[in-house]
């Protein structure tokens, strides 16, 4: 039962790079005009499905980077997650 790009491998298994080169051949695949509907749909939802991955993807290395301090002496360090949010009324 093969449907084009699929992602096989789960969520977790793909790269945020993968995720990105899938999802620009599902928009070029779309742009092109010969899909049928139903495929057009099809490719709309492992788009979205693709695109939700890479913003969480980003998210949890924004994430990471935030949480990334340099000290005074130059040195990084990690902070807990609950700091971004302290002192902020």
């Known amino acids: 039962m093969s449907q084009g790009v699929q992602t096989a491998a789960s969520p977790a298994e793909v790269s945020f790079e ?3 080169r899938k999802l620009e051949s599902i928009v070029e695949a779309m ?9 057009l749909i099809q ?7 693709l695109a939700r991955l890479c913003q969480d993807r980003l998210g949890e290395a924004e994430g ?3 949480r990334l301090e340099e000290n ?5 360090s990690t902070r807990p997650m609950g700091d971004e ?4 009324a």
């Open 85 to 88: 949010g302290a002192g902020a």
């Open 72 to 76: 005074l002496d130059g040195t990084l």
């Open 64 to 66: 990471k980077v935030r």
């Open 18 to 20: 993968e995720a990105l």
């Open 43 to 49: 490719r709309f939802e492992e788009g979205a499905a």
């Open 31 to 39: 742009e092109s005009d010969e899909l049928p509907l139903d495929q």
